[in-house]
T-cell receptor, first 114, second 113 residues
């Protein structure tokens, strides 16, 4: 079964600083998609950023960017200019089996300090 | 609707009771997914529909779990004879089709006592 490892159970960052959340995964597929989702205490998962594995260019969405290294099966999330509203659980999730099905890591809890 | 709606938001069931959890996806979304999220864990896949067809139910933990989407819109996840290990948040998500990412609902927190 595909596994996703988020090695940092908790991270903290000062407001306006930059933080990077790590994610590694295993897969035998060559074409897949990767996502980062944010889950605040309200429980609703919110899509942060999406990466297509066949694209070498790293995805960027405003203050959020990824460092995707396909050969290393690594997909880290960088948050720049951190804001208090960024505090949440962050989950890394690649697709599996050529479908839209996602496999989630255990998450990283991000705290933003004022 | 504007988002994915799930009901009830909270459900307390006595062990052995049957429960039904509802998901109302975004109008026009073809794909619908159910995930189970235990406390302190990431969501785990349960099942997936494309319109009314259940294409993958490999994640359903036992034959006590049953999901349906008879008209290709609203979906119901039914759990029969609930057990304590069924306590979790059940998340529903929908997407147009393809790999653009899902829109999730706020989930139903099920507590079995």
């Amino acid at each position: 079964a595909q596994t996703v490892t988020q090695s940092q159970p908790e991270m903290s960052v000062q407001e306006a600083e930059t933080v990077t959340l790590s994610c590694t995964y295993d897969t035998s597929e060559s074409d897949y998609y990767l996502f980062w989702y944010k889950q605040p205490p309200s429980r609703q998962m919110i899509l942060v950023i999406r990466q297509e594995a066949y694209k070498q260019q790293n995805a960027t969405e405003n203050r959020f960017s990824v460092n995707f290294q396909k050969a290393a099966k690594s997909f880290s999330l960088k948050i720049s200019d951190s804001q208090l509203g960024d505090a949440a659980m962050y989950f890394c999730a690649p697709t599996q089996g050529g479908s839209e099905k996602l496999v989630f890591g255990k998450g990283t809890k991000l705290t933003v300090n004022p | 609707g504007a988002g994915v709606s799930q009901s009830p938001r909270y459900k307390v069931a006595k062990r052995g009771q049957d429960v039904a959890l509802r998901c109302d996806p975004i109008s026009g979304h073809v794909s619908l997914f159910w995930y189970q999220q235990a406390l302190g864990q990431g969501p785990e896949f349960l099942t997936y529909f494309q319109n009314e067809a259940q294409l993958d139910k490999s994640g359903l933990p036992s034959d006590r779990f049953f999901a349906e989407r008879p008209e290709g819109s609203v979906s119901t996840l039914k759990i029969q004879r609930t057990q304590q290990e069924d306590s979790a948040v059940y998340l529903c998500a929908s997407s147009l089709r393809g790999h653009g990412g899902y829109t999730f609902g706020s989930g139903t927190r099920l507590t079995v006592v």
